[in-house]
């Protein structure tokens, strides 16, 4: 199973984003999928994640209300938007398939990787 995530870049403080990660195949469309991301000399954090049907969603307390992730089963593809950015946000982010359908903020419970995609917001 490949991941492929892509959308990220360089924006000012207060900017936006989308985030886009698409799996090789439909081995996601019963799991729930997750991003996380880690900034330079940190550990990787979750940052939002989703049920497998969509009905269910979380947010790491430092995104909440400015992220939104969201997810289009029939095309394999989850989405992070981004939004109202801060320098604190700058990391590569990283989009994973959980093993279970529910979301899940522990990484260990992500068993397929994307090889991140990195996301610089300038002050």
């Known amino acids: 199973v490949q991941l492929q995530a892509c959308g990220g870049g360089l924006v000012q403080t207060g900017g936006s984003l989308r985030l886009s990660c698409t799996t090789s195949?439909?081995?996601?469309?019963?799991?729930?999928m997750g991003w996380f991301r880690q900034a330079p000399g940190k550990e990787r954090e979750f940052v939002s994640g989703?049920?497998?049907?969509?009905?269910?969603?979380t947010y790491a307390d430092s995104v909440k209300g400015r992220f939104t992730i969201s997810r289009d089963r029939a095309k394999n593809t989850v989405y992070l938007q981004m939004s109202s950015l801060k320098p604190e946000d700058t990391a590569v982010y990283y989009c994973?398939?959980?093993?279970?359908?529910?979301?899940?903020?522990?990484?260990?419970?992500?068993?397929?990787w994307g090889q991140g995609t990195e996301v610089t917001v300038s002050s």
């Open positions: 994973a398939v959980s093993r279970t359908s529910s979301t899940t903020i522990v990484d260990s419970q992500y068993n397929y």
């Open positions: 989703i049920a497998w049907n969509g009905a269910s969603t």
């Open positions: 195949r439909r081995t996601n469309s019963n799991n729930a």
